[in-house]
C-alpha cells in the first residue's frame, strides 16, 4: 500500500502537468498523510538539508565549464581537430561527431550541452555533405549522451551523493564504459554509412592536423587535468569542477580571446538556470527519500525481488529493464533521484559493487535521454536541427540499440567495468 501511494501520488501529480520537482513534494505529502505524521517543519528542514551538499557544489561548477566552453571557442577547436582525424573516412562526418562527443565528454560532462554543440557545429555539415538528416540527428543525439558517462560527469555527482558512493570512484570506471559507448555507435554508424553513396572530404595534410592539434591542446588539457588529478588525490570532484571552470574561463578569454567580458553575464545566468533546476530537483527529491526510508520501501522492494537475489546478473539484467521503462517516461535527474534510495538496499543486499552498479545505472539513464516519447537529448537534436521529433526518433533506434547491447554485455561481464576502474584507482 505504501509503494502504491508513493508511486500514484507522484505519477499522479506528473499525469496533471505538475513539475517533477513539484510532484515529489506532493508524493512526500501524500506519504506523510498515509504514515500519519505531517509536519511542515519535517518537508522543509528535508529540503534544505537536500540541497546543502559540498559535493554537489560540482554540478553549477560543471554546468559553467560547459557553458564557457561552447562560448569560448573550446568546443569549436575539439571538432576541428576531430574533422582533420577522421574527416576524410567514408562517412567521415559522422566519425568526427563520435571522437568530438568523446573529447567533449571529457571537459563538460552535460549532454544537453554538448549535443547543441555538436549539433550546431556538425548537423549542417553532415546534411551538405549528403548525409540523411535523420540519422545524423540521431547519431549526433547518441553520441551526445556519451557525456554523462566519461568524467566529468553531472550524473555521477547526483548518484554518489544519494547513494553515499565515491564519485572520485565512479568518475574513474567510467572512463571505460564511456569509450565502449563510442565504439558502439562508431560500428552501427559504419553500417549505416555504407549504405549511403557519398564522396568524403580530401584528407587533411599533416600540417593541417598538427595546426588542429596545436590550436586544441588548451582545450585538451582540461580532462588530463581533471582526471590526473582526481587519480593523484590532488583535489576533491568538487574541487575539480571549480578548476574546470577557472580553466575554460582563462582559456576562453586570455588565450583563444573568443569570449569577451560582457557575455560573461549571460553565460553566469545560462547556468546559474540549469543549475537551479537540478538543485531544486535534488533537494524536493530528498524528502522523498527520506520518506522513503522511514515507510521502509527498500524491504518491500528487496521481497519484490527476492526469486531474483541468489544470481547478481538475473537481477541486475531485471533491474535494467525496470530503469530502461522509467528512463521513456523521465529524465535523467529525477530518475536518479527516486530510484537511487529504493534500489541501493537492494543492491547492498544481493552484494553487487556499488560503483559497478552505478556505472551501469548512470549508462541505463543516459540512454533514457535517447527514448521516446520524453527523450531530453531527441528535442534538443530537433529544436537545434529545426527537425520533427518523430525523424530524430527514426534516426537514433540503431545507435540507442548498439549502446543497449554495450550495456547488457556490462551486466553479463562485469570485468568489463570493475577491472578498469580497479586499474584507474590504484
Not at 506532493?26 to 551538499?53: R, T
Not at 553487487?352 to 548512470?362: A, R, S
Amino acid at each position: 500500500m505504501t509503494v502504491f501511494i508513493f508511486l500514484g501520488s507522484l505519477l499522479g501529480a506528473m499525469a496533471l502537468g505538475i513539475p517533477i520537482a513539484y510532484s515529489l513534494l506532493v508524493s512526500g505529502v501524500a506519504l506523510m498523510w498515509h504514515l500519519d505524521m505531517f509536519d511542515a517543519q519535517i518537508l522543509a528542514q528535508n529540503v534544505i538539508n537536500g540541497a546543502d551538499s559540498f559535493p554537489l557544489l560540482a554540478v553549477p561548477f560543471f554546468m559553467l565549464a560547459g557553458e564557457i566552453m561552447n562560448v569560448g571557442g573550446l568546443s569549436a577547436r575539439i571538432v576541428k581537430l576531430a574533422l582533420t582525424l577522421v574527416g576524410h573516412k567514408r562517412g567521415g562526418l559522422g566519425f568526427v561527431a563520435i571522437l568530438a562527443a568523446c573529447m567533449l565528454a571529457a571537459l563538460s560532462g552535460s549532454a544537453v550541452a554538448d549535443t547543441a554543440a555538436l549539433a550546431a557545429l556538425l548537423l549542417p555539415m553532415m546534411v551538405k555533405a549528403g548525409h540523411d538528416k535523420a540519422k545524423s540527428g540521431g547519431l549526433i543525439a547518441s553520441a551526445g549522451i556519451i557525456a554523462p558517462v566519461i568524467p566529468p560527469s553531472i550524473g555521477f555527482v547526483i548518484f554518489g551523493v544519494a547513494a553515499n558512493v565515491s564519485i572520485s570512484k565512479l568518475f574513474l570506471a567510467g572512463i571505460v564504459p564511456g569509450i565502449l559507448m563510442g565504439g558502439a555507435i562508431a560500428i552501427a554508424w559504419y553500417i549505416v554509412a555504407k549504405r549511403e553513396n557519398i564522396q568524403p572530404p580530401p584528407k587533411a595534410s599533416f600540417r593541417e592536423q598538427l595546426a588542429a592539434l596545436r590550436e586544441s591542446l588548451w582545450a585538451l588539457g582540461l580532462p588530463v587535468i581533471v582526471i590526473v588529478g582526481l587519480k593523484m588525490g590532488v583535489f576533491t570532484p568538487t574541487e575539480a569542477a571549480v578548476v574546470a571552470a577557472v580553466y575554460a574561463l582563462l582559456v576562453s578569454m586570455l588565450v583563444y580571446r573568443e569570449m569577451k567580458l560582457h557575455q560573461l553575464y549571460e553565460v553566469f545566468v545560462s547556468a546559474a538556470k540549469t543549475t537551479a533546476v537540478i538543485m531544486f530537483l535534488v533537494a524536493a527529491a530528498m524528502v522523498s527519500a527520506w520518506l522513503i526510508t522511514v515507510a521502509d520501501i527498500p524491504s518491500q522492494m528487496i521481497s519484490l525481488l527476492e526469486p531474483f537475489m541468489g544470481n547478481q546478473t538475473l537481477l541486475l539484467i531485471a533491474i535494467m529493464f525496470l530503469v530502461m521503462a522509467v528512463g521513456t517516461a523521465m529524465d535523467m535527474t529525477p530518475t536518479i533521484l527516486i530510484m537511487t534510495p529504493v534500489l541501493m538496499p537492494v543492491i547492498k543486499a544481493a552484494g553487487i559493487d556499488p560503483v559497478y552498479f552505478g556505472v551501469l545505472f548512470i549508462i541505463n539513464n543516459a540512454i533514457g535521454l535517447i527514448t521516446p516519447p520524453v527523450g531530453t537529448v531527441l528535442n534538443v537534436v530537433a529544436g537545434v536541427g529545426r527537425m520533427k521529433m518523430d525523424e530524430v526518433t527514426r534516426g537514433v533506434i540503431p545507435f540507442m540499440t548498439a549502446q543497449f547491447i554495450v550495456m547488457f554485455l556490462m551486466v553479463l561481464f562485469p570485468a568489463i567495468v570493475t577491472v578498469p576502474a580497479r586499474w584507474f584507482a590504484g
